[in-house]
């Protein structure tokens, strides 16, 4: 409807960002990928793994429908694991590397080095700093093209304040739905073609909604990235705390019956069945071969994957690595006369195959007869034909005075 309208109800209210709306939001979402490219540029160019997938194949081994399935997920993020932590041994001869490693018993965040066995958390509080700077610009962005002159924090408790007491448009001045609109028509004879009209911008209802449900959840999200960091130093920060934490994983579960006949063939102490293990035992463990990015790498595993999957990774680059300082320890002892011969090492090697074959088999015996007692279950014929049958056995036994 247009009408003639006093000048006084004509005053300027500068408000032109909301046609802006779309180009904003299509930056923001180009902000908040870009720390995610970091970490895999992280990750693939130097680390050389992909350290998401290890993580998603772990969480798959929840959802495995049988134990075959979460027993070859758990095996091949073990061995991604190990390869990746193998890889990354400190084989450097020179004096700094020496320097370097004494530095590091003392403390262990004082270089950055994938040798060293910091890089890899190096690099995820750099991302974790990078997504906390991001939120800062994105609300400093948004206020901005708000036109608003309140601090970043300021203005995020007004925005709440608001939706909490239901303040309308009029009174906020955000996002307008119904404007004044000059509209110039064109009369014969008429000096003065200038009308007034009421617009609706219904469009204005949705986008504000948009931008305070963005400008509040970033906050709450950078809030708790921030939070984040001091935490993850607290957990790594101290040697006996990270290995006290891979500890507990060894008191989780009672050793199969096969790394008895490990323990017995090697004679070393951290041969021990796992609920025997103790904190100096763990400790090589944790400064030679997990180390800080190791030990990283488990507790994203526990957060995403759980402490049964996680206890079983760890169990198993357990065994990986005292064999090998078995293998190490023999091959020092028979330098002086009781060196093991390549036949040996081969029919052990056999030895322990077999046995994770044999393994194999039980398991698949044990889910085959689980199917079975299953289908039989579902058969009306099979299950009264066993009631018969243990009815028959039942009365025997009680001819001859035994119990079944």
């Known amino acids: 409807m247009l009408s003639c309208c006093p000048?006084?109800?004509?005053?300027?209210h500068p408000s032109g960002y909301y046609q802006w709306v779309p180009f904003m939001l299509g930056l923001q979402c180009i902000l908040f990928y870009l720390p995610h490219v970091v970490w895999r540029c992280f990750t693939f160019n130097r680390l050389g793994c992909d350290l998401?997938?290890?993580i998603v194949k772990a969480s798959q081994a929840l959802r495995a429908q049988t134990i075959m399935e979460q027993k070859m997920c758990i095996r091949r993020?073990?061995?991604?694991?190990?390869?990746?932590?193998?890889a990354h041994r400190d084989l450097r001869q020179s004096c700094w590397a020496r320097f370097q490693r004494r530095l590091d018993r003392i403390c262990s965040c004082l270089f950055v080095s994938k040798c060293l066995g910091t890089w890899t958390l190096f690099a995820y509080l750099c991302v974790k700093l990078a997504y906390v700077a991001n939120g800062c610009?994105?609300?400093?962005?948004?206020?901005?093209?708000?036109g608003h002159e309140d601090s970043v924090w300021?203005?995020?408790?007004?925005?709440?304040?608001?939706?909490?007491d239901r303040v309308d448009w009029r009174q906020s001045l955000v996002f307008p739905r119904v404007t004044y609109c000059q509209v110039h028509l064109s009369h014969v004879g008429a000096r003065q073609n200038d009308y007034t009209g009421m617009c609706a911008l219904p469009i204005?209802?949705?986008?504000?909604?948009?931008?305070?449900?963005?400008?509040?959840?970033?906050?709450?999200?950078?809030?708790?990235?921030l939070a984040s960091i001091?935490?993850?130093?607290f957990r790594l920060s101290s040697r006996r705390r990270r290995a006290e934490s891979i500890l507990y994983y060894f008191r989780m579960k009672q050793p199969r019956r096969r790394r008895g006949k490990i323990a017995s063939r090697s004679g070393l102490t951290f041969w021990s069945p796992f609920r025997r293990i103790q904190l100096s035992d763990v400790n090589p463990f944790v400064d030679e071969f997990l180390r800080l990015d190791g030990v990283f790498l488990i507790h994203a595993l526990r957060i995403n994957a759980g402490d049964v999957i996680t206890g079983e990774i760890v169990r198993l680059l357990w065994l990986s690595?005292?064999?090998r300082k078995a293998l190490k320890q023999t091959s020092v002892d028979g330098s002086c006369g009781g060196l093991l011969s390549e036949q040996q090492r081969r029919q052990e090697e056999e030895e322990e195959r077999e046995e994770d074959e044999e393994e194999d088999e039980e398991e698949e015996e044990e889910e085959e007869e689980e199917e079975e007692l299953r289908s039989e279950a579902k058969d009306p014929l099979v299950r009264q034909m066993r009631l018969q049958q243990y009815a028959y056995q039942t009365k025997k036994s009680a001819q001859f005075g035994c119990k079944v």
Do not use: D, H
């Not at 001091?230 to 130093?233: A, N, R, S, T, V």
């Open 321 to 323: 690595w005292t064999r």
């Open 77 to 86: 993020v073990a061995n991604s694991l190990k390869l990746l932590l193998f």
């Open 204 to 225: 204005n209802m949705y986008n504000e909604k948009i931008f305070i449900f963005l400008y509040i959840w970033i906050t709450i999200v950078t809030g708790c990235t």
């Open 52 to 54: 998401t997938a290890l």
């Open 137 to 146: 610009l994105q609300l400093y962005l948004m206020r901005e093209f708000l």
């Open 230 to 233: 001091p935490l993850w130093l």
């Open 154 to 164: 300021r203005f995020a408790l007004r925005l709440a304040n608001q939706l909490a």
């Open 7 to 12: 000048y006084s109800l004509l005053r300027p």
